[in-house]
């Protein structure tokens, strides 16, 4: 159990720390050489994935040297990020999706498909009763 809320914990902090890295490059690089930073980005993370497996080959996978290892060079990753002084990116507007007419023909006929079948009908209180959850009405 505490296993995996420390797996889950982990998977946090890496998933941020790949946004916050991501999203930092890509704001600083222009058009014409966000490509080659983030293939060099690509590359390093990649090598670095390589060299920690083969690190597995180094130590006794039970012995605390390679987690500390693998603590040391994680918290060395976050230094560029915490050291740097440029602004942090601004975050980008969420576009808002636009409610089109076709998308509420299309439910109002869907339901109106439904209340020519006798799937749906108002109860006396004014309540819709939808007839797969009765069971008597199948």
């Keep these: 159990m505490s296993w995996g809320i420390a797996r ?4 946090f ?3 941020s720390i790949y946004t916050v890295t991501e999203s930092w490059l890509n704001d600083r690089a ?4 966000r490509g080659r930073i983030l293939a060099l980005y690509l590359s390093v993370n990649y090598g670095g994935i390589v060299v920690g497996q083969w690190l597995y080959t180094t130590a ?3 012995s605390f040297v390679l987690f500390n290892l693998a603590a040391i060079f994680y918290a060395l990753c976050l ?3 915490g050291l740097t002084r440029l602004p942090q990116p601004q975050p980008a507007g969420v576009p808002q999706p636009e409610a089109h007419a076709g998308y509420y023909n299309y439910v109002l006929s869907l339901f109106g498909a439904g ?3 006798g799937r749906f009908t108002f ?4 309540g819709l009763k939808i ?4 069971p008597r009405a199948r």
Excluded: H, I, K, R
Excluded at 8 to 11: I, Q, S, T, W, Y
Excluded at 131 to 134: G, L, Q, V
């Design 8 to 11: 889950l914990a982990f998977g």
């Design 13 to 15: 902090a890496a998933a």
């Design 30 to 33: 222009g058009n014409d050489t």
């Design 60 to 62: 006794a996978p039970t």
């Design 79 to 81: 230094v560029p990020v």
């Design 115 to 117: 209340w020519m079948a």
């Design 123 to 126: 109860e006396p209180d004014g």
């Design 131 to 134: 007839s797969w959850c009765n």
